[in-house]
């Protein structure tokens, strides 16, 4: 995903910053609240443990994994889901603010924030800057309008097309470390990458015809096709990188990422976590077992 590795509102103009206490989904509202942990909540950090808040940042922009509802405040998604579902376990709230997708990381390496989750997906690159605490994959696809016939499922026809990619994503790595070395090397023409600041402005690029094409997440796609003002389509291709999505903490902060692993642990073994994935229809993502900096001690 951002990979970020995952897709947005298309039809969002403004790129807003919100911020919001997260609402327990209605689905999971229904039931009864889950248990506090108190051996868990007491190997959180001390301040976490004074304040009972863990400081979220996402940006908020980007359905099935976390989008505002219509009353612009709610944030609701998967990942709003399992951190409310963890928050309990916790014993704390979780208070997300949704600000642009570059600076996530960058504002959890300052100390502004605690943690950062948007699908954000697990590297190498990434793990000497942070640590992740891995919870999910991320498969992408690429995206075209219905009308598009030049791209076809043989990664040759996107060279010599444009690609729309999103500032900071691992969809830029695949456009510019994978695809276009290989259109080169058939001797084909480069694929010329169109970067822009946010999600929502790579999607209007595409429906606006400025693009011929865009990555992004695989369970992304029903609610980017259902949103979109023009008929689009999806093709999965050969060469597409596979990652790992985790909540990003700081390298520092270790005791954090350690009891939030835990914490998913027992997401896991109640079931919560099953019925998350289930509920947007991301089980073929599921992720058996989570884990820390699975890119170095579990690569793909």
């Not at 903490?249 to 896991?268: F, P, S, Y």
Request: aromatic content about 6%.
């Amino acid at each position: 995903m951002r990979m970020k590795s995952i897709a947005v509102s298309a039809l969002s103009y403004l790129c807003l910053i919100f911020s919001s206490v997260s609402a327990i989904s209605p689905a999971l509202a229904a039931e009864a609240p889950l248990e506090t942990n108190a051996e868990l909540h007491a190997q959180l950090p001390a301040k976490i443990r004074a304040s009972k808040v863990i400081n979220l940042v996402t940006d908020a922009h980007y359905p099935p994994c976390e989008s505002f509802a219509e009353d612009n405040k709610t944030m609701v998604g998967f990942e709003p889901d399992l951190w409310d579902a963890m928050g309990q376990v916790l014993g704390v709230k979780i208070k997300p603010v949704s600000i642009d997708f570059a600076g996530l990381i960058p504002g959890v390496k300052s100390g502004r924030y605690d943690i950062a989750v948007e699908c954000i997906s697990d590297s190498l690159e990434r793990e000497k800057q942070v640590t992740f605490v891995d919870y999910a994959y991320a498969t992408n696809e690429v995206y075209t309008l219905a009308s598009n016939n030049s791209v076809q499922g043989d990664p040759l026809t996107l060279c010599g097309l444009s690609a729309g990619v999103q500032t900071g994503t691992d969809f830029e790595h695949a456009i510019n470390e994978i695809y276009t070395p290989n259109c080169v090397k058939q001797g084909k023409a480069a694929i010329k990458t169109v970067t822009l600041p946010s999600a929502d402005a790579v999607l209007l690029a595409l429906y606006a015809g400025r693009v011929d094409f865009v990555l992004n997440d695989a369970a992304a796609a029903g609610e980017i096709k259902k949103k979109a003002p023009h008929p689009i389509r999806t093709l999965q291709m050969p060469l597409m990188p596979k990652y790992y999505l985790g909540i990003v903490v700081a390298h520092e902060n270790d005791a954090l990422a350690q009891t939030l692993l835990k914490a998913l642990e027992v997401l896991h073994a109640n079931g919560t976590y099953d019925k998350i994935m289930a509920k947007w229809q991301l089980s073929d993502v599921r992720l058996d077992k989570p884990g820390i900096n699975l890119m170095k001690t579990n690569p793909i």
